[in-house]
């Protein structure tokens, strides 16, 4: 009889990081983007900009793309120049912790809308749903 296997599986699944900011069309400054958000406010001179679904949508599965085949720990920057000026670094990570960068325990399962606590240092993240779209650009 073959064993059977329990581990709980995450085929077709993975999970990559993804630092973007924009930049200010008025004053230069820098608008990080918490989120695949429609709206955001610059830092510095409070002028709004405005970024279309499609234009997170294109980003998104772009990224998706390049990410999927990456080795682990592996990343990419680029410098956008386009519709918007700005910075996209993308980098191909389990998700951890962001204050004590231990791994999540099975990230593959969680629900949205719980709380998740840190084995190690105890800082809490927020599990929130998929945004404006973002699981059809980034199916997997
Ligand atoms: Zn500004
Ligand atoms: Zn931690």
């Known amino acids: 009889m073959p ?5 709980p599986s995450h085929e077709g699944l993975f999970s990559f990081r993804i ?4 930049q200010c069309s008025k004053c ?4 990080p983007l918490d989120g695949p958000v429609e709206k955001a406010f610059c830092h510095d001179c409070g002028s709004p900009v405005q970024i279309p679904r499609e234009y997170w949508m294109d980003t998104l599965s772009n990224s998706c793309r390049k990410m999927q085949d990456m080795e682990m720990g592996g990343g990419r920057g680029s410098i956008l120049m386009g519709t918007f000026w700005g ?3 993308l980098a191909r990570f389990d998700p951890y912790c ?3 960068k231990t791994d999540i325990q099975d990230p593959w399962h969680m629900e949205p ?3 998740y606590r840190c084995r190690k240092c105890g800082m ?3 599990v929130e749903a998929l945004r404006n779209g973002s699981s059809k650009a980034c199916p997997g």
Request: net charge negative; hydrophobic share 25%.
């Open 124 to 126: 809490e993240h927020h």
């Open 28 to 31: 230069d400054g820098h608008i």
């Open 113 to 115: 809308g719980t709380v």
């Open 19 to 22: 630092e973007f900011s924009i």
């Open 3 to 7: 064993a059977g296997t329990t581990e």
């Open 87 to 89: 910075n996209l670094e």
């Open 98 to 100: 962001d204050s004590c």
